[in-house]
């Protein structure tokens, strides 16, 4: 993960920035890029079940981490939606 934060860092990213993981699976990236940097993360899924996964994770996340501030604030800059390209 630190040379993909690395990577980020030499195209200047910042608060602004938008990471968006297509096919998303359950997560696992999206959540390391949003603890990792200050982007706002999106994970893209077509497969239902690995989107509502994602979102269930992201909700226990939420609630066993409420108390850190920092991870709250990562958390709160998690996505995930279900979306099939060929429909």
């Known amino acids: 993960m630190a040379q993909v934060v690395s990577a980020f860092n030499e195209v200047g990213i910042n608060r602004d920035s938008v ?11 999206v959540f390391d890029v949003a603890i990792s940097t200050t982007m706002f993360c999106f994970g893209i899924e077509m497969m239902q079940d690995r989107c509502n996964y994602s979102n269930d994770v992201l909700g226990r996340f939420k609630e066993l ?16 939606v279900h979306l099939n390209a060929r429909n």
Do not use: Q
């Open 19 to 29: 990471f968006i993981d297509i096919g998303s699976g359950f997560g696992k990236v």
């Open 65 to 80: 981490f409420k108390n850190n501030p920092y991870l709250s604030k990562a958390l709160d800059r998690v996505k995930f």
